[in-house]
């Protein structure tokens, strides 16, 4: 059964970078589990695509976060990661990873980690 | 870019049926998906491309989707379907994946 963990600071101070890693078990980041990403959720709002990385690291990324947003795949170690530089106090919130559905008509999420608090505060 | 809109909440008796809807654009040429988000927990996919069910999900969840309003329909309404639903779709021109602002769902 396929389980995800993300992991990293819970803690980040103002325009540092914020840097988070998703481990994969029971399934492998490859073709036959093409594309993994990052969605976000601020405190007590709803929910925001970070970005997309497939096995073999294309990406894609939420315009408004294109600029500070970089994904990364490790597929011998089973892990993606994000980092997010110059980060503010808007970007506190709880960070999911999650498998993209495959195969799939267009992008949804069906498999998600539970999910890491990282607040943004100096 | 692309917005879906959703109503902040629905109330609804348990046994009834509670219907969430999701509203864009033309979103009816869309596949639209569906999360439901229990407090403290991740999302759950519950149903995908306007209608399908991933396996687990029973089939008292149910989707539709035309013109420009999506739709969650959850018949026989259980305490425990108290949640937050978002819509999500794949938003081609902005090449965005967009949600809605979630519903919460008060079974009374």
């Known amino acids: 059964q396929l389980q995800m963990q993300e992991s990293g600071p819970g803690l980040v101070k103002p325009s540092e970078t914020l840097s988070l890693t998703c481990t994969v078990a029971g399934d492998s980041i490859s073709r036959s589990s093409p594309y993994w990403g990052w969605i976000r959720q601020p405190p007590g709002k709803g929910l925001e695509w970070i970005g997309t990385v497939s096995y073999d690291g294309y990406t894609s990324y939420n315009p408004s976060l294109k600029s500070r947003v970089t994904i990364s795949v490790d597929t011998s170690s089973y892990q993606f990661s994000l980092r997010l530089t110059s980060v503010t106090v808007a970007d506190t919130g709880v960070y999911y990873c999650?498998?993209?559905?495959?195969?799939?008509?267009?992008?949804?999420?069906?498999?998600w980690g539970p999910g890491t608090l990282v607040t943004v505060s100096s | 870019s692309y917005v879906l809109t959703q109503s902040p909440s629905v109330s609804v008796a348990p046994g009834q049926t509670a219907r969430i809807a999701c509203g864009g654009d033309?979103?009816?040429?869309?596949?639209v998906h569906w999360y439901q988000q229990k407090p403290g927990q991740a999302p759950v996919l519950v149903v995908y491309d306007d209608r399908d069910r991933p396996s687990g999900i029973p089939e008292r969840i149910s989707g539709s989707n035309s013109g420009n309003t999506a739709t969650l329909t959850i018949s026989g309404v259980e305490v425990g379907d108290e949640a937050d639903y978002y819509c999500?779709?794949?938003?081609?021109?902005?090449?965005?994946?967009?949600f809605g602002g979630g519903t919460k769902l008060t079974v009374l």
């Open positions: 999500q779709v794949w938003d081609s021109r902005s090449e965005n994946v967009v």
């Open positions: 999650a498998r993209r559905q495959s195969p799939a008509v267009d992008i949804n999420f069906d498999s």
């Open positions: 033309d979103i009816g040429t869309k596949n």
